[in-house]
């Protein structure tokens, strides 16, 4: 079965800076891996995903992430960060095949501070 | 425009009343999913679909019943033997062999 942590619950960090969110796997086959963003009271919109193909993904606004088979991870980053990425950021990994489902982590809320 | 929807936005339900919400989709998908959100819980699997009258049980199915009986419709009824149904619903659905999911807006239900 397959499954992500996501460390920590909340990341704060100064507008401008670095934006550092980590997600690790666990997968016995090589699995695809997303990031989503969730603003209050409304759905998940994906960020990126990693398909097997080139191993750093780039998405919206400025992210992208890395997938490191040797470490199980696929952290989410961003060079500078702005007030409007103040979010929760879901990370999520899914085995395709019969039956394939989508797990997500348990999500890390961003704050941006001025 | 393609997408998920999701109604309604907002359902309030007294204890011991089974609700139904609704998920519909116009993007030919053959996957959909209901997941459930709490804080600091992050989003849990309640059922999917693969196909048409066929779906399988997440990880916390108990107390929840679906149905697929069209490719566009997967409806989530909320039974009395729910023990803590107050949350917010997620539907998502996905093509088959792509996985890329999309998501409705969700639906928050309280039950009072």
Same mark, same amino acid.
């Given at each position: 079965a397959? =499954?992500?942590t996501q460390l920590g619950s909340h990341v704060s960090v100064s507008e401008?800076?670095?934006?550092?969110?980590?997600?690790?796997y666990s997968s016995s086959v090589p699995p695809y891996l997303f990031w989503y963003v969730q603003y209050p009271n409304q759905g998940l919109q994906l960020l990126l995903k990693y398909t =097997?193909?080139?191993t750093l993904v780039k998405g919206i606004n400025g992210f992208e992430a890395e997938f490191k088979k040797s470490e199980t991870s696929f952290h989410l980053t961003k060079p500078s960060a702005h007030m409007s990425d103040a979010a929760e950021y879901f990370c999520a990994v899914?085995?395709?095949g019969a039956n394939?489902?989508?797990t997500f982590g348990k999500g890390i809320t961003l704050s941006v501070r001025p | 425009d393609g997408g998920i929807t999701q109604s309604p936005k907002y359902l309030f339900r007294k204890e011991g009343q089974n609700v139904t919400l609704s998920c519909e989709q116009n993007l030919n998908h053959d996957a959909m999913y209901w997941?459930?959100?709490?804080?600091?819980q992050g989003l849990r699997l309640i059922y999917y679909s693969q196909i048409v009258n066929d779906f399988q049980k997440g990880d916390i199915a108990?107390?929840?019943?679906?149905?697929?009986?069209?490719?566009e419709s997967f409806p989530l009824t909320v039974t009395s033997a729910q023990k803590n149904p107050t949350a917010f619903y997620l539907c998502a659905s996905s093509r088959k062999g792509d996985t890329?999911?999309?998501?409705?807006?969700?639906?928050?239900?309280?039950?009072v």
């Open positions: 397959q =499954s992500v401008g800076a670095l934006v550092l969110l980590r997600c690790n =097997s193909a080139a899914i085995i395709t394939s489902k989508l | 997941y459930r959100q709490d804080p600091g108990e107390g929840y019943s679906v149905s697929r009986e069209k490719k890329e999911a999309f998501f409705g807006q969700g639906t928050r239900l309280t039950v």
